[in-house]
């Protein structure tokens, strides 16, 4: 016997089983449902718990297939493509009995929510893109060496930076979990504005902060390339596009960009923050979302 959709959304981890795989989420808050996908891809889920959005919104925070207590694909580590975690996505809404939700993609999940977008409108009342990109590959990779460069030069004679640097530049070779997890600790300051000099309250962040590989490889082993900039014109979902001003990921260029191709969406500057303004600027970044989502009455 399976449970009602109503006990599926009471606060919470929960596991249901989606085209044969077990999907993990985890529900905290109250009010109109949001579903919330993380970055990496494979990084674990809590980095993203923002319990300001809480106050208002029933938070659905996915772990995606492949990462933490999801189950990992028959090909993995390949064969995570937007498109299949759109599956999951849309198989966990069905399951949820939920026809319209708001979506929030941070980061690699920016990409996801942008791709459920385009291709399930039906099925969402807001989007928010945080920290996204309408494109990867090398023009992507290209800006994000120029803003870690900005990075550096911001942060120069701080004794942390070179081990960060390091981290940065060996995670992209890793393929075992554990190095991952390893690099992303090590590099986590490069996605602060300000890591070091609030080092106390990031710390335990750093500490926990974990991450399974998934390659970048469909199940046939193509590159499942990013470049919605042909389609982002027709999307009619409502959309906000957050960023902040340091990220060197998915940094402002990126945002400006996606704010000029989704026609009427709106965008929110981070002006403190890097790639977690969530954590960075909390109150910036809750009302920001709070406006989107609850619109003054015409």
């Known amino acids: 016997m399976t449970n009602p959709p109503s006990d599926l959304l009471s606060p919470g981890a929960h596991d249901v089983l989606?085209?044969?795989l077990t999907q993990r989420y985890h529900v905290y808050g109250s009010g109109p449902v949001c579903l919330a996908v993380p970055g990496g891809p494979?990084?674990?889920w809590d980095y993203l718990r923002a319990p300001g959005?809480?106050?208002?919104?029933?938070m659905v925070y996915v772990e995606p297939l492949g990462t933490g207590g999801s189950q990992r694909l028959p090909s993995h580590p390949?064969?995570?493509t937007r498109e299949r975690c759109t599956r999951?996505?849309?198989g966990l809404l069905d399951r949820l009995a939920l026809p319209r939700v708001f979506l929030l993609g941070h980061s690699h999940g920016g990409f996801v929510a942008q791709y459920f977008a385009l291709h399930h409108p039906d099925r969402l009342h807001g989007l928010v893109l945080y920290e996204s990109a309408p494109v990867t590959g090398a023009e992507h990779i290209a800006e994000a060496g120029a803003r870690v460069e900005e990075f550096a030069s911001r942060n120069e004679g701080r004794p942390g930076l070179p081990?960060?640097?390091a981290g940065l530049r060996t995670v992209g070779s890793l393929t075992d979990d554990e190095e991952i997890t390893s690099a992303l600790r090590a590099l986590l300051p490069v996605y602060f504005a300000h890591y070091w000099d609030r080092e106390d309250e990031?710390?335990?962040l750093r500490a926990r902060v974990a991450c399974s590989y998934i390659s970048p490889l469909d199940e046939n082993g193509?590159?499942?390339v990013v470049d919605d900039r042909e389609h982002l014109a027709s999307l009619a979902v409502p959309t906000l596009v957050l960023v902040g001003r340091h990220d060197v990921v998915c940094g402002p260029r990126w945002a400006e960009e996606l704010h000029a191709l989704v026609p009427h969406s709106r965008l929110t500057v981070l002006e403190d923050s890097g790639h977690f303004g969530h954590l960075e600027q909390p109150e910036v970044f809750t009302a920001a979302v709070r406006a989107f989502v609850r619109p003054p009455a015409a």
């Open 18 to 20: 989606l085209d044969g």
């Open 42 to 44: 494979g990084v674990t």
């Open 53 to 58: 959005l809480e106050e208002f919104l029933t």
């Open 78 to 80: 390949d064969g995570y």
């Open 88 to 90: 999951s996505l849309t």
């Open 163 to 165: 081990s960060a640097l």
């Open 202 to 204: 990031f710390r335990a």
């Open 222 to 224: 193509e590159p499942d």
